[in-house]
C-alpha cells in the first residue's frame, strides 16, 4: 500500500458497545441511526458501519425488520458503502448476528476473526443511575462471556454472505491471532484479496492501544499480506484520534464513531458521528492526506455495487 493513497474513512454509528444511559447523542431509533449515518457520509465517511437496537430501549437487536427500517433510508440519502456487522451484540447467537446481513445482503459485512474475551464490564463503575434495566445486566455479563467466531462460523459466514451473494468483509481483527487467522482462510482461497483488514486496539481481552502494537500489527500484516491488502485502525475510547492519526501517517484507513467512542475530546461528549468525521478529516487534511470517495473505495475493495444489495 503506497502511503500517498487516499485515505477511507469508516464510521461506525451505533455499535453494540456503549449503552444509552453513557451519551444522550448515541443513536438509538432507527430514525436517529439513519439521521447520524447520513450526516457521517455528507461529513465525509465512505463507508458506514451499522448495528441495530430496539428502538424502545436501545438494545441491540439481530431482527432484520429493524435494519430495514433505517437501510433504505441510508441508501436513499447517500451513497456511501453500507457495512453490516456480523459480530451483532452480546446477547446474540451466531445464527441471530447473521439474521440481518443474510436478509440485506450488503455490499460490506463487519467479520471478528477469532473467538476472543471481550470485557465490557469496567464500565459498570463509571456510570450510575442507568436508563433502562438491561444495560447493566449486559455490561455483567461480559465478565464471564466469550465472543465466538470459530474457525467454523468463519468460514461458513464467508460462504453464506461472500459466495452466496457477494458480500466483501471489514475483517475485524483484535489481536496477532487473528492476523494468523485470516493469513489461514487467505491460504485456503476462502478469503481473496484485496483485504480490508480493520486493527483494533484497546478493547479489554484484545491488544493494547500502544503505539508499539499499531507498529506491530502492521508489520505482521506486510509479512501476511504483501501490498495487496487495505489497513485501516480503530481505536477505543480516549486513544481514538492518537492512534488512528498515527496509522494514517503510517499509510493507512481509518475507522471513528460512536460505536468506538462516545467523545470529541477529553470531557467533550461528541453530539453527533459527523463530528468526529469532521474532526479526523481536518486533521487528514492537515496532514496533506486525501479523502477517498465512495467510488474510489468501491473499486479499491471490489464491491458488487450500491444496485446489487437486498434493501
Known amino acids: 500500500m503506497a ?3 487516499k485515505v477511507i474513512i469508516t464510521c461506525a454509528v451505533t455499535g453494540s458497545i456503549h449503552t444509552p444511559t453513557m451519551s444522550p447523542h448515541l443513536p438509538i431509533t432507527p430514525e436517529q441511526i439513519a439521521a447520524s449515518a447520513i450526516g457521517a457520509a455528507e461529513a465525509g465517511a465512505s463507508i458506514l458501519h451499522l448495528h441495530a437496537r430496539q428502538p424502545e430501549n436501545g438494545c441491540p437487536t439481530p431482527d432484520p425488520e429493524v435494519f430495514l427500517k433505517f437501510l433504505p433510508v441510508i441508501h436513499a440519502g447517500t451513497d456511501a458503502i453500507i457495512n453490516i456487522t456480523t459480530g ?10 447473521l439474521e440481518g446481513p443474510l436478509r440485506c445482503r450488503p455490499e460490506m459485512c463487519s467479520l471478528n476473526m477469532g473467538s476472543m474475551n471481550f470485557g465490557l464490564y469496567p464500565a459498570l463503575d463509571r456510570f450510575r443511575g442507568w436508563k433502562y ?46 492476523l494468523y487467522t485470516l493469513s489461514h482462510f487467505l491460504e485456503r482461497g476462502i478469503v481473496k484479496p484485496p483485504l480490508f483488514v480493520q486493527t483494533i486496539f484497546g478493547i479489554l481481552g484484545g491488544i493494547g492501544a500502544d503505539p508499539e502494537n499499531l507498529i506491530h500489527m502492521r508489520r505482521m500484516a506486510d509479512k501476511l499480506f504483501g501490498s495487496d491488502y487495505e489497513w485501516s485502525i480503530l481505536a477505543a475510547g480516549r486513544h481514538q484520534t492518537n492512534l488512528v492519526t498515527t496509522g494514517a501517517i503510517m499509510g493507512g484507513n481509518v475507522r471513528v464513531g460512536l460505536e468506538d467512542n462516545l467523545y470529541l475530546e477529553k470531557g467533550v461528549l461528541a453530539e453527533s458521528n459527523a463530528a468526529q468525521v469532521k ?15 465512495p467510488a474510489e473505495v468501491r473499486e479499491r475493495l471490489h464491491l458488487k455495487g450500491r444496485g446489487n444489495v437486498g434493501f
Open 3 to 5: 502511503a500517498a493513497r
Open 88 to 97: 451483532g451484540g452480546h446477547n446474540m447467537t451466531v445464527e441471530q448476528r
Open 133 to 178: 434495566e438491561w444495560e447493566p445486566q449486559y455490561l455483567e455479563r461480559t465478565r464471564d462471556f466469550i465472543f465466538r467466531n470459530t474457525f467454523h462460523d468463519i468460514e461458513t459466514i464467508v460462504r453464506r454472505l461472500g459466495d452466496e451473494h457477494g458480500t466483501r468483509f471489514e475483517f475485524e481483527c483484535y489481536d496477532i491471532g487473528h
Open 279 to 293: 474532526k479526523i478529516r481536518t486533521i487528514l487534511k492537515e496532514l496533506s492526506l486525501d479523502i477517498a470517495t
